[in-house]
């Protein structure tokens, strides 16, 4: 089983660009890698997932290096409303979660 | 629009009592999981199912069983509750990596 390893928390102000890094040194080949978000008294969200390079969609950017030991979530331009609990998780045939970076994004 | 409803948002049980929390799927998902979540703790993974009539220990499955007898429907079932069994429980139900979590049943137990 991939366990994940990320910061506890971060902060960060309006308008900048926050990256976020999880390390996962025993991936297995068939696993992906996940990112969500929670807010407080609400479930986990799913944001991006990749396997290799790099993904984007609306919300985010995910990084994957060729060695897939690590991963980093890129949001550009934060907001207030980007202040949350992010969670980086290594997905085979389960899901685990870990504790989660919390981000604040402050003013 | 997907869902994955859980059969109540709050739960007050007294100590010893047999409780059931159930979570229905809309989107005929293979995988289903129940979670708890405590502050500082993140989510831990209690049970989950690939399949029906399967299911697979999480990290900390001791107090509780699971069913799954149908694929919308995972019962997470707490045998004997006791009262560090009070937390935020969190149902999700998936079909590859991403997953689709339930609003959560707060349950406490007295």
């Known amino acids: 089983l991939a366990k994940t390893t990320q910061p506890i928390s971060m902060d960060s102000y309006e308008g900048q660009e926050v990256n976020i890094t999880c390390s996962h040194n025993n991936i297995a080949t068939n696993d992906y890698i996940t990112w969500y978000q929670q807010f407080p008294s609400q479930g986990p969200r799913f944001i991006i997932q990749?396997?290799?390079t790099k993904v984007t969609n609306e919300v985010a950017s995910l990084f994957i290096p060729a060695d897939r030991k690590s991963s980093t979530l890129s949001l550009p331009r934060v907001s207030l409303s980007d202040t949350a609990v992010y969670y980086c998780l290594v997905v085979g045939n389960d899901m685990r979660f870990g504790a989660g970076t919390r981000l604040t994004v402050k003013p | 629009d997907v869902k994955v409803t859980q059969s109540s948002r709050y739960l007050v049980k007294r100590t010893g009592e047999k409780v059931f929390l159930e979570c229905v799927q809309d989107?005929?998902?293979?995988?289903m999981f129940w979670y708890r979540q405590d502050p500082g703790l993140g989510l831990r993974l209690i049970y989950f199912s690939y399949d029906v009539k399967m299911k697979e220990k999480g990290d900390i499955p001791e107090g509780y069983s699971v069913s799954r007898e149908k694929k919308e429907r995972f019962s997470l079932i707490l045998e004997s509750a006791s009262t560090n069994q009070t937390s935020m429980y969190l149902c999700?139900?998936?079909?590859?990596?991403?997953?689709?979590f339930g609003q959560g049943t707060r349950l406490t137990v007295v």
């Open positions: 999700a139900s998936s079909s590859g990596a991403e997953a689709f």
């Open positions: 989107m005929d998902h293979e995988n």
């Open positions: 990749g396997y290799k």
